[in-house]
């Protein structure tokens, strides 16, 4: 989504809705101005990236940073995750027009997936390589969402890189399952509907995949 006028006030309605006690979450329009707002480590992390990618990145620093609560840097892991500070444990994404994160200080929480898309149909093509014929009917938008949800969250744990077809979703009103097949691994999540767009988090506790 491009030059929309997000209400992100209904975005983080709906993400607080996802998350349980002990995880922060929040929302930020991507806005050029924040690229005035990066430490020097973040701006040479992407000083050969193309315009679009430094605002997305820039906000969603700025996020970040307003949910940890403190003016710090937060440089690049070589698995391009944010490297966040220790003992805290997030996540982040973002579509065209938006940033969205969720962080936790709780040392119960190993790991965060977080994830949106714009609530819009995908082509034919483009949901053959997302959806698995054991998940035909699923809009493919939101099974997108979900499974990026998951792969964050299984990449936090050091999990390899894996392709769609490698999750497999089972949805419950609301809730939602992706399993990691080969490796028999669960994760479990939540996900809504706001602002024209999909919203997905998933959260593992201790002793969880």
Do not use: C
Not at 113 to 120: K, L, S, T, W
Not at 122 to 137: N, V, Y
Not at 156 to 173: C, K, M
């Amino acid at each position: 989504m491009t030059g929309d006028v997000v209400d992100t006030a209904e975005v983080d309605a709906a993400l607080r809705s996802l998350a349980p006690t002990g995880v922060r979450v929040g929302s930020r329009v991507i806005d050029g101005r924040d690229d005035g707002r990066l430490f020097p480590i973040e701006a040479g992390a992407v000083e050969r990236a193309v315009a679009r990618r430094r605002r997305e990145f820039a906000s969603g620093r700025v996020l970040l940073r307003q949910l940890l609560g403190g003016e710090i840097p937060i440089p690049v892991r070589p698995n391009r995750a944010p490297g966040l500070p220790d003992g805290v444990t997030g996540s982040l994404a973002h579509d065209a027009g938006l940033a969205v994160a969720a962080v936790s200080f709780d040392p119960q929480i190993t790991a965060l997936g977080i994830d949106v898309e714009p609530d819009v149909p995908l082509s034919a093509d483009l949901a053959a390589m997302i959806l698995r014929p054991d998940e035909a009917g699923l809009d493919a938008h939101l099974a997108f969402t979900l499974k990026e949800a998951v792969y964050k969250a299984w990449s936090t744990g050091g999990g390899e890189l894996i392709d769609f077809a490698a999750v497999r979703l089972t949805l419950d009103r609301g809730a939602f399952s992706g399993e990691v097949v080969a490796a028999a691994t669960r994760f479990d999540g939540r996900y809504a509907s706001a602002a024209g767009r999909w919203l997905a988090l998933v959260v593992v506790g201790r002793g969880q995949p």
